[in-house]
């Protein structure tokens, strides 16, 4: 089984981050971010060398959201607001990805981060919708 620690960033998202593949941005200039739903019995996250959304079995990811909203910045403390994903139906899933979504091509679907420790997880789908609701703390989503 591959090494996966808590909730943490993707080793090559922190270096996207800074090379400058991945912006989290507010408005325009920011990139479309998005999350999905990952089943471990199917893959098995690796923070240290997954690197897009390319990495996952296709019987891994549950679902995918549509792109986050209200995304913010502040001191270097990312968040956003909650996201509903509809009607998930599917094998039960240990944990979320979030990834920088581009359209058609998971190869360039850059991976972030990953949480695997949250109120709820995991969490078995029934088809109905699921809200995912950011932590409030001082982290929120993730912290650079």
Known sequence: MAAFGANGLYDHGRENFLN???HWGVGAGGDDIR???IDHADDTPDQATDEDLGDRTS???VAES???S???IDAGVA???DITVSTVSGHQFESIDIFKFDAGTEDNELLIGNINSATGLPFTPSGGD???QWDAGANKIFKL
Request: without cysteine.
């Open 35 to 37: 999350i999905a739903f």
């Open 20 to 22: 400058g593949a991945i």
């Open 66 to 68: 549509g792109a986050l």
């Open 59 to 61: 019987a891994g990811i």
């Open 130 to 132: 699921i809200e995912v």
């Open 79 to 81: 968040d956003a607001a």
């Open 70 to 72: 209200g995304k913010t």
